[in-house]
C-alpha cells in the first residue's frame, strides 16, 4: 500500500533551514520531514553565483534520487535568489524556495523605513532589488549584509557562546545609516537569522517586528501537497561535513530526528553511513 504522508527534503547550506522545517512542524501539517545541509561549502553567501548555480542543482539531485521526496523547501534565501531555476530544472518533483519577507515588511511598517538582513550575496541581488522596486517602491530600504550572523547562528545551534560582535555589527548596519533611526520593522532575509532573533531583538536600540518566510512556507507546501493536519515526523539529517554532527547533535535532538546521515562529497554525494541518533 502506498504511504499516504507525504515527504519534504529541507535543505540549506548549514542549520538555517532548521528555522524553515521549525515552522513546517509548527504549522501542524502531517508531512514525513528530512533535512540536507551542504556545510562542507557553508557560507553559501560568500560564494559565487556561478558555483551556487552548479552545486546546489548536482547535490540536490543526488540527494533526491536516494531519499525520494515529493518535494524539496530549498531554505535558503542565498540559494533561492541565483539558483531556483536551475535546481527545479534538476529536480522531477516541486521546488519552494525562499523569498525574502520584503512585501509584508513593506505592508507592516508604519515609519515606512525597514532593514533588511541577509547575506552579502542576497543583500547585492538582482532579485532583491526587484523585490524591493516592487513591493516597496515607496519605503526606505535599509540593507546589511552580514556573513558572521551565518556563522553566529551555527556556533549556537552547536551549543557555543553567541558572538555578540557579530550581532552588534548587523544591529550598527541597520540602526546606524542614515535614517536607520527609523526601522520599525526588519526583514531576516538569511534563514539563519531567525535562530538568533533574540539575540537581535534584545541588541536593536528600539522595539521592531523581525520578520521571517517560514511560515509562509509551511503554509505553501501543506498546500501543494495538500497535506492534511496531523503530526509531522522529523526523520533524517543529513551534511556534507559530518565533522559538526557530534556538536550538533543536542539542536537534532531536540527537534526529533531519528537518523545522521553522513552525505560523500561531490559529485555522489551518496548518503556514506547511516548512524542514529541516540534517544534522549
Ligand atoms: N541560510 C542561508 C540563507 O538563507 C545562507 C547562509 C550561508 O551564507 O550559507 O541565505
Given at each position: ?43 553559501y ?34 540559494a ?32 515606512g ?33 552580514s ?58 536600540p528600539?522595539?521592531c ?6 511560515e ?12 492534511p ?52
Amino acid at each position: 500500500m502506498v504511504n499516504a504522508v507525504k515527504r519534504v527534503l529541507v535543505f540549506d547550506s548549514g542549520v538555517g533551514g532548521l528555522s524553515v522545517l521549525d515552522a513546517i512542524v509548527a504549522s501542524g501539517a502531517a508531512l514525513e520531514l528530512d533535512y540536507v545541509a551542504d556545510n562542507a561549502w557553508l557560507p553559501y553567501g560568500l560564494k559565487s553565483d556561478a558555483d551556487l548555480r552548479a552545486r546546489a542543482p548536482a547535490l540536490l539531485h543526488s540527494i533526491t534520487q536516494q531519499w525520494v521526496p515529493d518535494l524539496v523547501v530549498v531554505a535558503c534565501n542565498t540559494a533561492s535568489t541565483i539558483a531556483l531555476d536551475v535546481v527545479r530544472a534538476a529536480l522531477t518533483v516541486p521546488v519552494v524556495g525562499v523569498v525574502p519577507p520584503i512585501k509584508p515588511a513593506a505592508a507592516l511598517t508604519r515609519t515606512g523605513v525597514i532593514g533588511v538582513l541577509a547575506t552579502p550575496a542576497t543583500v547585492r541581488r538582482a532579485y532583491t532589488n526587484d523585490l524591493i522596486a516592487q513591493f516597496a517602491p515607496d519605503k526606505r530600504v535599509i540593507r546589511f549584509g552580514s556573513a558572521a550572523l551565518v556563522a553566529a547562528a551555527e556556533q549556537k545551534l552547536r551549543g557555543e557562546p553567541v558572538n555578540q560582535a557579530a550581532i552588534a555589527e548587523a544591529i550598527e548596519g541597520l540602526f546606524g545609516a542614515p535614517g536607520g533611526a527609523q526601522i520599525d520593522v526588519v526583514a531576516l532575509a538569511c534563514t539563519h537569522f531567525p535562530l538568533l532573533d533574540k539575540e537581535l531583538a534584545a541588541a536593536a536600540p528600539r522595539a521592531c517586528a523581525w520578520l521571517d518566510s517560514g511560515e509562509a512556507i509551511a503554509r505553501r507546501v501543506a498546500s501543494l501537497l495538500i497535506a492534511p493536519r496531523g503530526a509531522p515526523r522529523v526523520n533524517r539529517a543529513g551534511f556534507t561535513d559530518a565533522g559538526v554532527i557530534n556538536a550538533l547533535r543536542p539542536a537534532l535532538e531536540t527537534r526529533g530526528f531519528s537518523t545522521v546521515a553522513r552525505l560523500g562529497d561531490s559529485p555522489a554525494f551518496d548518503a556514506l553511513a547511516l548512524s542514529g541518533v541516540a534517544s534522549a
